[in-house]
T-cell receptor, first 115, second 114 residues
Framework: NAGVTQTPKFQVLKTGQSMTLQCAQD?????MSWYRQDPGMGLRLIHY???????DQGEVPNGYNVSRSTTEDFPLRLLSAAPSQTSVYFC??????????????FGSGTQLSVL | GENVEQHPSTLSVQEGDSAVIKCTYS??????FPWYKQELGKRPQLIID?????GEKKDQRIAVTLNKTAKHFSLHITETQPEDSAVYFC?????????????FGAGTQVVVTP
């Protein structure tokens, strides 16, 4: 099992550009989520999904879109990148039975810079 | 929603000494409290956790205590070693629909000096 795979690892964008951060898991987890990590602010939830076809907003959803067409994939889209979206992004998944998110598996992260 | 405060933001300890990180939470419905360790450039990894029906849990040199009445929980690291240097995050999971939601603290940078 590869676990949670994120691509790319690093990305530099210009303001206004769009891009998609990819996240895939091969553990058949129902729950998948995206967090952003900023210095002094911990990990903040952007969007999450509890199954294919189901997505919901987290704490900081503005400027980001998600979709969940399959159990395995949960891409995060930035439609028009802004400098405020410079951050490290983590995808995380959790097994079906883990409703308290006790076994949250994180990807390796994407460092995004928006100039 | 839940609000988790974590203190201190940075902690410098001598190798062999103990380190304590404290977190408070606001939602009395929160029922699960994990601690994650993040080494430089790496992903967060779960190191220890505690459920609301338990007051203390130990795993070798690390322990977590929970005071539900006061709504705070703490991470204790004894006999610190250089490899304990990392950022530590506390979190609280509160019920939301049929799933939980994790609210993370801001993190504590721990530096262990030889």
């Amino acid at each position: 099992n590869a676990g949670v795979t994120q691509t790319p690892k690093f990305q530099v964008l210009k303001t206004g550009q769009s891009m998609t951060l990819q996240c895939a898991q091969d553990m058949n987890h129902e729950y998948m989520s995206w967090y952003r990590q900023d210095p002094g602010m911990g990990l903040r939830l952007i969007h999450y999904s509890v199954g294919a076809g189901i997505t919901d907003q987290g704490e900081v959803p503005n400027g980001y879109n998600v979709s969940r067409s399959t159990t395995e994939d949960f891409p995060l889209r930035l439609l028009s990148a802004a400098p405020s979206q410079t951050s490290v992004y983590f995808c995380a998944s959790s097994p079906t039975a883990d409703r308290s998110l006790e076994k949250l598996f994180f990807g390796s992260g994407t460092q995004l810079s928006v100039l | 929603g839940e609000n988790v405060e974590q203190h201190p933001s940075t902690l410098s300890v001598q190798e062999g000494d103990s380190a304590v990180i404290k977190c408070t939470y606001s939602d009395s419905a929160s029922n699960y409290f994990p601690w994650y360790k993040q080494e430089l450039g790496k992903r967060p990894q779960l190191i220890i956790d505690i459920r609301s029906n338990v007051g203390e849990k130990k795993d070798q040199r690390i322990a977590v205590t929970l005071n539900k009445t006061a709504k705070h929980f703490s991470l204790h690291i004894t006999e610190t070693q250089p490899e304990d240097s990392a950022v530590y995050f506390c979190a609280a999971s509160y019920p939301f629909d049929s799933w939980g939601k994790l609210q993370f603290g801001a993190g504590t940078q721990v530096v262990v000096t030889p």
